[in-house]
């Protein structure tokens, strides 16, 4: 069976105190408020006292994989949204375990099984899931290192602990909610949140791994290719600017071998929103038809964007300036690229926090401090960029990847002597 991909919105409210049916509908209702992420298909499972929902967009075998999954004899229970791109990997070090589905995600349920609570960094991907172990009522519930996925987690008045992948589904029946940290774990037998995820970089001490040009471009192309796994119509969001290009570049000279050409043809599609006369789109036009690709030029007026800001604001769950301006064309734009029926985008978010990109790092006095303020930047990732890329296209029941933001491929560019991304470096 084909890995069945899910992108989603997940809820899981655990020991309410009350468990009528009034209750349980009232969950199936705030589950509701997460279907733009999840169009395709929504299951519940209540046990005793505690019930997860989910709302599927099906990127990969969209007739199997409906959630929520279970281990073989269905004690274990899970949600997941996300993408596990090393499932494969992980399944051959299962070989006991018996899969009832196709879905990339199942391996979650299995690997608990396995390993308990120590198995989430061994995964490659981006998730945020909630597992229930109903031997012991137990329960866990994670998100991935960078928090490209996003999650929510939340306390009720009757003692139930909540988890959403967006604030909406929590606001009006917790009394207080905390956006869950990236890279963390919360185990209900310790009662706390504990971080899983432990690179080299994360005490930003000064890496001194010379520069290589050929590591950065081997493990940033595995990190691309990995991304291509999907069995619906995908394309890249391309500004003209280095990072999108690069992606799409990659994407394009590996596209012919994947499974999805076979199902959907070897032409990459690109997709570019703008003002009518901005840098960006001519820019993008140039690199699309550089690489020869079929490129979509959106435009929008600066009233449409007016005009959508409310809702931009109610869908990305955040009042900061920058973080709407920019999600703003993002959210027009993935709905015009839903309404061509892809389903799936790749996007060049991460390489200016991970390489000091951003105009103001020409001023660093000096490779520590520039060094550090990468670090900063990556760690608060999922309130800005990630937080954008994942709302403003999920509005649309649209999914976007970021090969930039790859585990492994942070490791490698963090890893550098930060010398190398001093700017005077370029200028001499």
């Not at 809820?11 to 009232?26: E, T």
């Not at 080299?200 to 950065?216: G, H, K, N, T």
């Not at 959210?331 to 996007?347: C, D, E, H, Y």
Request: hydrophobic letters at 40%.
């Amino acid at each position: 069976v084909p890995p069945a991909g899910t992108m989603c919105g997940i809820l899981a409210v655990l020991g309410v105190g009350d468990v009528s049916l009034a209750k349980r509908s009232r969950i199936i209702e705030l589950s509701r408020r997460l279907r733009h992420r999840g169009p395709d298909w929504s299951g519940i499972h209540s046990f005793e006292d505690c019930y997860l929902a989910h709302q599927r967009l099906a990127i990969v075998d969209p007739t199997s994989g409906d959630q929520p999954l279970y281990n073989e004899d269905k004690t274990v229970v899970v949600t997941v949204n996300g993408e596990i791109y090393n499932h494969e990997e992980l399944k051959a070090k299962l070989k006991h375990h018996k899969f009832q589905t196709g879905s990339d995600c199942e391996v979650i349920a299995h690997l608990y099984e396995e390993y308990g609570e120590e198995f989430v960094d061994m995964l490659d991907g981006m998730f945020s899931f909630v597992l229930l172990d109903t031997r012991d009522k137990s329960f866990i519930a994670a998100r991935d290192a960078i928090g490209i996925c996003p999650l929510y987690m939340g306390w009720g008045l009757d003692g139930s602990v909540w988890f959403s992948s967006e604030m909406k589904a929590l606001s009006d029946d917790c009394e207080r909610f905390i956006s869950f940290p990236p890279g963390h774990l919360y185990s209900s037998k310790t009662g706390g949140l504990r971080r899983w995820y432990n690179p080299p970089w994360f005490s930003e001490s000064i890496p001194s791994a010379p520069y290589d040009p050929l590591l950065i471009r081997e493990s940033f192309e595995k990190a691309v290719i990995k991304r291509l796994m999907t069995d619906v119509p995908f394309g890249v969001l391309l500004s003209g600017g280095l990072d999108s290009s690069l992606v799409a570049s990659v994407v394009s000279r590996h596209l012919a071998e994947t499974k999805v050409a076979r199902q959907w043809g070897n032409k990459l599609h690109t997709f570019c929103i703008g003002l009518k006369g901005s840098p960006d789109l001519k820019a993008a036009k140039e690199v699309a038809d550089y690489l020869g690709t079929v490129h979509h030029e959106l435009h929008f007026t600066v009233q449409e964007g007016i005009d959508a800001l409310e809702e931009v604001i109610y869908h990305i769950e955040t009042y900061d300036v920058t973080t709407i301006r920019a999600s703003t064309p993002m959210f027009l734009m993935s709905r015009k690229i839903k309404s061509l029926g892809v389903k799936m985008v790749l996007s060049g978010e991460g390489s200016d926090e991970i390489f000091g990109g951003y105009l103001y790092f020409h001023k660093a006095p000096n490779k520590k401090e520039l060094h550090e303020e990468t670090c900063r930047k990556i760690k608060a990732l999922h309130l800005y960029d990630c937080l954008r890329a994942n709302k403003a296209t999920s509005a649309w029941g649209l999914e976007a990847r970021v090969p930039f933001l790859d585990k492994n491929f942070i490791n490698v560019a963090m890893d550098l002597d930060p010398e190398c991304k001093m700017v005077c470096n370029f200028l001499q």
